[in-house]
Nanobody, 117 residues
Framework: QVQLVEFGGGLVQPGGSLRLSCAAS????????MAWYRQAPGKQRELVASITSGGVINYTDSVKGRFTISRDNAKNTVYLQMNSLKPEDTAVYYC???????????WGQGTQVTVSS
């Protein structure tokens, strides 16, 4: 079972940038599809972006052109570079890992991102 720890949340002004990191341990990182989800107050958790071990990437429409997901399989880490942040990006961001053979899912503890002036 993989353990996930997120880093990099915080308070940023509209138009600013943040980089989230998620460090994975306890399993073979390349066996996992990695993703970032977010949950705003009063809303359902939504998929932000995902990336396979081979680098196939998907984004939700609202972040296309602003956010970039990447992964470093040697460092067992997935990143989310967030640019041109908007107040509506405010949410708790969660790292997610799905094992490609068992489809077992693991979550990080979440990190708060607040976009406000």
């Amino acid at each position: 079972q993989v353990q996930l720890v997120e880093f990099g949340g915080g308070l940023v002004q509209p138009g600013g940038s943040l980089r989230l990191s998620c460090a994975a341990s306890g399993s073979i990182f390349s066996l996992y599809v990695m993703a970032w989800y977010r949950q705003a107050p009063g809303k359902q958790r939504e998929l932000v972006a995902s990336i396979t071990s081979g680098g196939v990437i998907n984004y939700t429409d609202s972040v296309k052109g602003r956010f970039t997901i990447s992964r470093d399989n040697a460092k067992n880490t997935v990143y989310l570079q967030m640019n041109s942040l908007k107040p509506e990006d405010t949410a708790v961001y969660y790292c997610n890992a799905v094992q490609i053979t068992t489809m077992k899912e693991n979550w990080g503890q979440g990190t708060q991102v607040t976009v406000s002036s």
